[in-house]
């Protein structure tokens, strides 16, 4: 006997309503007049689903008088309105309980010239059309259960002022400022699912010059570089489509070298060369930029090299005294702790 009467209904509430074609992929029935009420089910595009007789009171040429009526023609008219009246339309579920449907996504067949005042494709894009354009990317899906990053850079920043503890005083003093490079290597944590956890290697070097004249007329120039290896970790704390901030953290094993040489007045030199292993901490953050077709992406941010207090020491005994006495503290190059700032630009690639 229920299912008599609700099929009653249904019959009864079906010739009393007009219908609607769903305009988008998939629209949502809703339990109430509200984007935010939960949804009953789901419309596909084309599906032709029931509409409360009140949203078709009166035909294109009809004068209205009543104001419940003139919300009624403005709405088939394509009238905007705040009210929620205007928003939604009344229609019925699969268990024939009142619902709504958002009025963007139902074009209502009325029969009439009101048909051509909205069109059965309205949408481009969709809003609700989830599916991915087709052909498929490469690295589809957008999280890969192993994915690898490379990127190399070049750099370059402001000089250490840490030279060697010469035995005049100092007169003049120029440093250069400090180019290098930068090649890093990482593979994406197999416990992450966000794509934004990297560990991996870097490797990298710089390079750098200094010339000082001392107050015996000596000319001197310090010529340094650096090559060091060590992990890393990186996180993305931030992206969007187009771009990707990264914050990467470093523990290097360095060896720098200050090749010293030393010119008098009358044209004599000597050369020796200091050396030394330490170990630094690295702190960098660059912004990628995406590139379209996805293969290479373009980075550029600084990094901070941070140097632990060491001595770089010679292997070589001098032959003239222009250098301080070997074997003691004065003979080297003494390297405080302090840090070094540089800028940098290159390219990075995922596979």
Known sequence: ????????????????????????????????????????????????????????????LDIVYGSEDKKAQNELMGIEDDSNYEKFYETIDKNGQTAFISRRFVKLITGDIREFGQNVTPYRPDPTDYRPDEPLPDNYPLIDGERNRAAFSFSMGPDIKSNYNYNSVLEKEEFSNRYGFSIAYGRKAAWDKTDRFYFGGVFHGWTSQAKFTLFDDRRVTENRSQLGVGPYLSYDPWRDETYRLTIRGSLSMNLTRNLVNQT??????????????????RLTSFIQRRSRDGNFDFIGGFDVQFYLPHEMRSGTQPTTDFWNDPGSREDSVYVPFTAHWSLFVGVQTYY
């Open 1 to 60: 006997m229920k299912k008599l009467l609700l099929l009653a209904f249904l019959i009864s509430s079906s010739l009393q309503a007009g219908e609607g074609i769903i305009t988008s992929l998939e629209a949502p029935i809703l339990r109430d007049r509200s984007l935010d009420a939960p949804a009953i089910q789901f419309a596909r595009k084309g599906q032709k689903v029931y509409i409360h007789e009140k949203h078709f009171l009166n035909g294109p």
């Open 264 to 281: 008098d007045f009358s044209g004599f030199k000597e050369e020796r060369l200091f050396k030394s292993i330490s170990f630094a901490p």
